[in-house]
């Protein structure tokens, strides 16, 4: 059966630091990826989409990149970190039949 | 642009009452809408989509395509319904668009 993970579950880090957030799926090859973020009173946004190794596709401008360096894996990642990318990020995979299945969440706590 | 908007972010109802989250949407093409779920200390997981027109823990959601609203409607709801709920249209290349959430309480 498929399943995906990511980490790490809480993370808190100063201003300025640089962050990477990991997702892998396993039992299926070549899913649809997606990064989502859920900041506070909002709801959840699109971040980054990638349909296959390389390809990445970004919702909106922001101090965040993302990267699919094999089929089953996307890094979400930012050189120096802002107060206002603190939230809660999801990942998430789906194949063709848009069902979308999400990991367990990370907690991101800028200071 | 694509847009879901539910216009409640609370929503509390007591155990044994009927409940509906409201949910519209603003989409050029021909929508497919979903509902999500996301119980205290769980993951989000899809509730149901208006294709299977299917009822799912009791709950059921009509595409209004008139009203361009898809709300989610339970007749008798159950304190275990108490959750984070929101609506989703796929847009191209599947990608979802979500609304803000509903957070309902559901009071004993």
């Known amino acids: 059966s498929q399943t995906i993970h990511q980490w790490p579950a809480t993370l808190v880090q100063p201003v300025g630091s640089p962050l990477s957030l990991e997702c892998t799926v396993e039992g299926t090859s070549n899913p649809n990826l997606y990064w989502y973020r859920q900041a506070a009173g909002r709801g959840l946004q699109l971040l980054f989409y990638s349909v296959g190794i390389g390809q990445i596709s970004s919702e909106v401008p922001q101090n965040l990149s993302a990267s699919r360096p094999q089929d089953r894996q996307f890094i979400l990642s930012s050189k120096k970190l802002l107060l206002s990318d603190s939230g809660f990020y999801l990942c998430a995979w789906s194949s063709n039949s848009e069902k979308l299945f999400f990991g367990s969440g990370t907690q991101l706590s800028v200071l | 642009a694509q847009r879901v908007t539910q216009p409640e972010k609370l929503l509390s109802v007591f155990k044994g009452a009927p409940v509906e989250l409201k949910c519209n949407y603003s989409y050029s093409g021909s929508p497919e809408l979903f509902w999500y779920v996301q119980y205290s200390r769980q993951r989000l997981q899809l509730l149901l989509r208006?294709?299977s027109r299917e009822s799912i823990k009791g709950f059921t959601a009509d595409l209004n395509k008139g009203e361009t609203s898809f709300h989610l409607k339970k007749p008798f709801a159950q304190e275990e319904d108490s959750a984070m709920y929101y609506c989703a249209l796929i847009t191209s290349g599947s990608r979802l668009t979500f609304g803000e959430g509903t957070q309902l309480t559901v009071n004993p």
């Open positions: 208006h294709i």
